[in-house]
């Protein structure tokens, strides 16, 4: 069989034993190290405004996707809303957690996007959907330009 026959009959299908290792890298682009830069240098958040439209991307990117317009760095407050959350009590390989983690869509003010992050400083009953949230990131000394710098959001008091 050559790659470009088709297969009708799914017994011709082949199985492979074992593990079968996969090699990637991710690059974040410009916009993306531009947001991390600022996020381990200076503790903060940007987003990119479109020069056309004005639509505000967080996390941002170089160009609008509406009308392809070229984008500018904006900084924003890194606070947003919970828009939606799931409390999870077990780990990835099914071991019950010691404490639930609470993960939450939370959009960003002053952007028309949204970021999935842990949510801390608070029990899984007195989340509520609208409620306001703020970053708590790693001490300076400690960030490594990743999205684990922020540690969780809390909420706002």
């Known amino acids: ?3 470009n026959e088709k297969i009708v009959d799914p017994a ?6 074992g593990k079968i290792e996969l090699y990637w890298v991710y690059t974040s682009g410009e ?15 940007i987003a990119a405004r479109c020069k056309k439209c004005g639509h505000v991307y967080f996390p941002p990117r170089i160009y609008c996707e509406f009308d392809f317009g070229e984008t500018e760095f904006v900084e924003v407050s890194g606070k947003g809303c919970v828009k939606a959350f799931a409390v999870a009590n077990y780990d990835t390989y099914e071991k019950k957690l010691e404490k639930p983690e609470i993960y939450a869509i939370i959009e960003m003010d002053g952007t028309d996007g949204s970021i999935v992050h842990l949510l801390g400083e608070v029990e899984p009953e007195d989340v509520e959907i609208g409620m306001k949230v703020e970053p708590v990131l790693k001490p300076k000394e400690e960030r490594e330009g990743r999205i684990t710098d922020i540690l969780y959001f809390k909420p706002v008091s």
Do not use: S
């Open 31 to 45: 916009a993306g190290d531009a947001f991390f830069k600022k996020l381990k240098d200076e503790g903060k958040f």
């Open 1 to 3: 069989m050559v790659f």
């Open 12 to 17: 011709e299908l082949r199985h492979v034993e």
